[in-house]
């Protein structure tokens, strides 16, 4: 029924592969992705290279740090891109050179994270959501504590999605299988926003503005807001009957969106969600996990599918080419900017 517990038990006996995307090198950002090759895995098998894996502008996908087979949130620090936080199926790792190095911060309290988030406007805090709430860290990840008052549990503790708004430090939009909770004191306290108890699976601002977001939900579509995630609106048509799994927002163009998940093709809208199309010719499979807008070239957008590769499209979706990455899934991809101060 759904996606993300029917493949949670099966994650830790799965390899990851990278394999190549076409194209020229590209200057400016750079693609990270965590990721797994599930396809025809064979129970016993000796895990290969696995989690974290950056593109380096040719063919080539360089893995980077501990072999783990689940890395599913990446962040990192605005001040200094070498320094990388990820939420792995054992807690939150950090590197602080590039990907040479690395540590796992969390202990054994912390397990099961779903998505990680660096507050720009003070970067050594950092915000982790897990299976059982949310914890924080105000001295990059050397101590952490447990910041869920104000989440109910056991209903809405379960934590996949954490985004920290950029414009502000210290408000947070955590999604939850309960709905959306907003916190503007560094999650000290909680407060619902939107629709109470509907599951939430991914959450994204707007990088060009910040009132808008986007959340992706178990079976009830895409959830919309224009004001910052204080109230939300359904998107209509037929995404939403649709599970999301990824959303997206165009870094040029904040009315551009996408969104993702399994069985719905990759829906596309251009008009801030009041409309939505549906694609799925040229495409191996209509099951997806990620979906991202290039940080190089305009108007691209990359989907993940579901053990079948990630494919590209400069169309708005009318037409795709492969980009490899073929037998994986594809969990969390970012453009990180290396040129930042």
């Known amino acids: 029924m759904m996606l993300r517990l029917y493949l949670k038990p099966l994650l830790l006996l799965l390899l990851l592969a990278a394999a190549a995307r076409p194209g020229q090198a590209q200057e400016g950002a750079v693609l990270y992705a965590g990721l797994i090759k599930s396809k025809g895995y064979v129970v016993g098998s000796p895990l290969?290279?696995?989690?974290?894996?950056?593109?380096?502008?040719?063919?080539?996908?360089?893995?980077?740090?501990?072999?783990?087979?689940?890395?599913?949130?990446?962040?990192?620090d605005p001040r200094n891109p070498d320094i990388l936080f990820l939420a792995s199926g054992n807690g939150c790792l950090r590197t602080m050179d590039g990907g040479a190095s690395w540590r796992l911060t969390t202990d054994w309290r912390i397990t099961e994270t779903q998505d990680v988030s660096v507050d720009p406007n003070r970067p050594d805090h950092v915000y982790?959501?897990?299976?059982?709430?949310?914890?924080r860290t105000t001295d990059q990840g050397e101590t952490w504590a447990e910041a869920s008052h104000g989440i109910p549990s056991p209903s809405s503790t379960y934590t996949d999605a954490i985004k920290v708004d950029r414009t502000q430090a210290g408000r947070v939009l955590a999604g939850t299988w309960g709905g959306l909770y907003l916190t503007t004191d560094g999650a000290q306290s909680w407060t619902p926003v939107g629709p109470r108890d509907v599951p939430i699976h991914d959450l994204h601002q707007s990088p060009t503005n910040p009132s808008v977001w986007i959340a992706g939900t178990l079976d009830k579509g895409v959830l919309l807001s224009d004001d910052g995630g204080l109230t939300w609106r359904?998107?209509?048509?037929?995404?939403?009957?649709?599970s999301i799994y990824g959303v997206a927002i165009d870094p040029l163009e904040a009315r551009h969106m996408a969104a993702v998940g399994w069985d719905t093709g990759v829906y596309v809208t251009t008009n801030g969600g009041a409309?939505?199309?549906?694609?799925?010719?040229?495409?191996?499979?209509?099951?997806?996990?990620?979906?991202i807008f290039d940080a190089n070239i305009p108007g691209r957008i990359q989907a993940a599918t579901v053990e079948e590769g990630l494919y590209l499209s400069d169309d708005d979706g009318r037409t795709w080419q492969s980009a490899g990455l073929y037998g994986t899934m594809i969990f969390d991809l970012i453009f990180i900017n290396r040129g930042a101060p």
């Open 275 to 291: 409309s939505w199309k549906r694609h799925t010719r040229g495409l191996p499979s209509p099951h997806f996990y990620e979906v």
């Open 128 to 135: 982790l959501a897990t299976a059982y709430g949310v914890w």
């Open 48 to 76: 290969s290279a696995s989690g974290l894996h950056r593109f380096e502008g040719d063919t080539t996908w360089t893995h980077l740090g501990w072999n783990t087979p689940r890395i599913v949130g990446i962040t990192y």
């Open 234 to 242: 359904f998107a209509r048509g037929r995404i939403a009957e649709q």
